[in-house]
């Protein structure tokens, strides 16, 4: 209203001008304004028309977008300032896409997880429930016995699966501190040697260690150790009287490698792209015992120390899992 206003305003004023000074060619410029301005008000009209089309358009794919449709955007192939905000719009849409992607994966993965933990817990109690109602009726000393050491086995793996569930959310939520010094991979590995010592020669099995002794990493001792001591227990899991377990240890000049490697009934092919989920139990693992959290946790260790941890194996032959972790170079 305001530009019609103007152009009739300095249209009439112009004319005024012309007819006193110019009379004979008042007519004609009178006529010739009026076409100017009918040709730039609908030059005008058309254009706010398209933009009240384009803006139609905008508002139709936010309320779509809001109604649930996450792959509605804006149309913003052309220059200017409004579709440089239609672009903001879509990175915004994009974004909440994703934030919302992640939240619904996240609800995804802690019903699983939930279901897990509750499938894993159901053993042990109910084991621990029936140890109960033996042990009130027990009256022979040494069955009271075998059954309070059955119990005591349970809630082992009660809190184990507590513990390990504990440290696995800690490291997924960044909220573990390392305490990383340089530190010696002989004594470590010599220390883990000795945990499972007897173990081992209760079961009638071998561990072998070789390495260099002067080899150092700088790391977070007790996270190293616990990464390293879960594969170890997973091959003991998986070997038979007879059979053995080496760890071994190099370091190259920007790379260390920790192996440990047995010769046990090794790991069906189906499984080998799933052993390092949270859970995974393979169908054709005879350990009815494992909670499937150590090799998740020890993947999380290796990671959070900026390694990477890979697996080879063959049936009826044995299984290496392999640690690379890159040393920075001074």
């Known amino acids: 209203m305001t530009i019609v206003v103007i152009m009739i305003s300095s249209t009439v004023i112009s004319q005024v001008i012309i007819y006193f000074t110019f009379r004979q060619l008042s007519l004609f410029l009178l006529l ?11 030059a005008v009209y058309l254009y706010f028309i398209q933009q009240d089309k384009i803006l139609e358009d905008a508002e139709s794919k936010i309320e779509a977008f809001l109604a649930g449709d996450i792959d509605a955007r804006i149309e913003n192939d052309e ?5 440089k905000l239609f672009w903001s719009i879509n990175n915004m849409s994009a ?3 994703s934030k919302v992607a992640k939240e619904n994966k996240e609800k995804v993965f802690l019903k699983n997880t939930i279901s897990d933990i509750s499938h894993q817990l159901k053993t042990p109690l ?14 022979d000393i040494e069955q ?16 184990t699966l507590v513990q390990n569930l504990l440290k ?20 470590i590995i010599k220390d883990i040697e000795l945990h499972f010592a007897y173990r081992a020669e209760t079961e009638g ?50 790379l260390l490698k ?42 999380a260790i290796v990671e959070a120390h900026g390694g990477t941890i890979e697996v080879d194996s063959k049936i009826g032959v044995g299984t290496t899992f392999i640690m690379n972790f890159l040393i920075p170079a001074k």
């Open 126 to 139: 109910a084991a621990l429930n029936i140890y109960n109602g033996i042990l009130e009726e027990a009256e």
């Open 32 to 42: 010739f304004c009026i076409l100017v301005s009918v040709s730039i008000l609908l």
């Open 79 to 83: 220059e200017g300032e409004l579709f």
């Open 95 to 97: 974004v909440l896409t």
């Open 168 to 187: 696995i959310t800690r490291l997924d939520a960044g909220s573990m501190e390392f305490n990383k010094t340089e530190e010696n991979v002989s004594e």
């Open 144 to 159: 009271v016995r075998e059954f309070v050491n059955l119990s005591v086995k349970e809630l082992d793996r009660i809190e």
């Open 258 to 299: 920790i192996e440990v490697k047995d010769n046990g009934c090794g790991i069906h092919p189906e499984d080998i792209h799933h052993i390092f989920k949270r859970f995974y139990r393979s169908r054709f693992s005879k350990d009815s015992q494992g909670l499937g959290l150590g090799l998740s946790l020890t993947k």
């Open 205 to 254: 099995k071998s561990i072998v260690v070789s390495g260099a002794d002067n080899v150092t990493f700088f790391c977070d001792r007790d996270w190293m150790t616990e990464a390293i001591e879960n594969l170890v227990k997973n091959a003991l899991d998986h070997t038979k009287e007879g059979n053995y377990v080496s760890i071994e240890w190099s370091r190259f000049n920007t």
